[in-house]
């Protein structure tokens, strides 16, 4: 299915003009990364970047100001804050919430993740320390994150794990996979600030949005938004780009988000 659909005349074409369109920096401003590229030092932007991907559901203006709130509230130190959070302490998560994340999700997750902070010395190690040598995707690293997460304290609630995706539970990992988009990549969206793990091991983050985009061009045959589509959109680009498949999440994202249409000329029946 993959060769055939890619094979279409015009389509490679279309789709890295829609990169090119939608990864530039007029696309930062109201969109969730604006947050982590408002610092400067890469250990606060690897952080508050964190917090920014997963509370990143529902209408972009009101994740930005909730996440104005947590920057207040961390006063602008994300990287310091979490590093010394103590949540018998600390009231300054104090009636912060976003949705289903609530006031005790904000407190587990940093006390949480101050231990891993301490463990692996950042979010990438902890991320890295779930990759072997011979991984071709970034599955085995957001399975050991997620689980390194609620492992981390003997008093993490159970809850917690509705927030931390893993590729064993069958979800696409949607919040996480851009996560690491947003720490690996390098262009002028991507912070590019970590070297431990590569581009080409990159999945795409799919959601319902992406995948509609995905299946109208024939290139996502999976009903379903899991993880198994993931895989197969991911395969699908890494055909067209080996080494940067993710850099087409901003193909099939940027339509969604800015309601263009997409040309039906590539539409696959």
Known sequence: MTSGVL???????????????????????????????????????????????????????????????????????????VRGFDPARSRALEGFGHRTFRPDDAVSLTAALSVLLDRFGSIEGAFQAGMDDEDQDVGPAIQHFSTAVMQARPDTPPRLQKHLARPAAGSACKRLCMYLRWMVRTGPVDLGIWTGLRASQLVLPLDVHSGR?????????????????????????????????????????????????????????
């Open 7 to 81: 094979a279409t005349p015009g389509l490679a074409d279309y789709l890295d003009k829609l990169v090119a369109r939608y990864e530039s920096p007029a696309f930062i401003n109201a969109d969730p990364i604006s947050v982590p590229l408002a610092f400067d030092d890469p250990r606060d932007q690897e952080i508050i970047g964190l917090y920014a991907a997963l509370l990143a559901w529902g209408r972009r203006e009101t994740i930005l100001k909730k996440m104005a709130e947590l920057c207040a509230r961390m006063e602008y130190r994300p990287h310091r804050f």
């Open 213 to 269: 985009q995905a299946r109208a061009l024939g290139l996502l045959s999976r009903p379903s938004n899991d993880w198994k589509a993931a895989m197969e959109l991911t395969a699908t680009c890494r055909a067209l780009d080996p080494d940067d498949p993710c850099r087409y999440d901003f193909a099939f994202f940027g339509p969604g988000a800015f309601a263009d249409p997409l040309d039906p000329r590539f539409v696959v029946e």
